[in-house]
């Protein structure tokens, strides 16, 4: 029965110191993730080309201006020049936690049609915005993997005749030497 009194009389004056403290403002509760003190959103690339790739950082700040962990953002393609600009999931929607540094990214992907992409993130009672601009890639090769054709070009490239001469030539002296073969024989 003493020990039960004396731990009754123990948890009784923790009690109380405890109370007094938070009376005291030296001790309180604090949420988890803090409260959003400001949300920043930026593209790795602000410009990128049809069916290239932006990486979407956001940056979650408490109050203070710390970085806050475990804060979930939300990505949303709010505008776009086509219909298949996507984040990485495949979705015009998609979450991300941030890590220790306050940070949270997401892959966009730009899609096939020319313009602005507008991106909002969303983070407690913060919203923030980026545009990307993309443009029509150029150079290299179109699907088909022909050469480009330029102003008064006839279809086929250069690279592509100087193959077929040294095809040609390579069946011609392959024929040469069968014929001469067949002539001793």
């Known amino acids: 029965m003493r020990k039960l009194a004396a731990g009754l ?32 959103v930026e593209a790795s690339s602000a410009t990128t080309t049809t069916g290239g790739t932006s990486d979407i950082t956001a940056t979650v700040l408490d109050e203070s201006g710390n970085p806050v962990e475990g804060a979930e953002v939300t990505f949303r393609i709010v505008s776009q020049p086509g219909d298949d600009a996507s984040f990485a999931d495949g979705g015009l929607e998609t979450t991300g936690l941030t890590d220790a540094s306050g940070i949270a990214t997401v892959v966009l992907n730009a899609g096939s049609e020319p313009g602005s992409i507008i991106i909002e993130t969303v983070s407690g009672a ?11 890639a150029a150079g290299g090769l179109p699907p088909t993997g ?6 008064g070009d006839s279809g086929v490239a250069t690279w592509q005749i100087a193959l077929m001469a040294v095809g040609a030539v ?3 002296g392959g024929a040469v030497i069968i014929a001469r073969r067949n002539k001793r024989a």
């Open 9 to 40: 009389a123990e948890l009784v004056v923790i009690g109380i110191l405890v109370a007094g403290a938070i009376l005291a403002g030296q001790a309180h509760a604090q949420t988890y993730p803090p409260p959003v003190g400001s949300l920043s």
């Open 126 to 136: 913060k919203t923030s915005q980026v545009t990307v601009t993309v443009e029509e």
């Open 146 to 151: 022909a050469s480009p054709r330029s102003g």
């Open 170 to 172: 390579a069946l011609a």
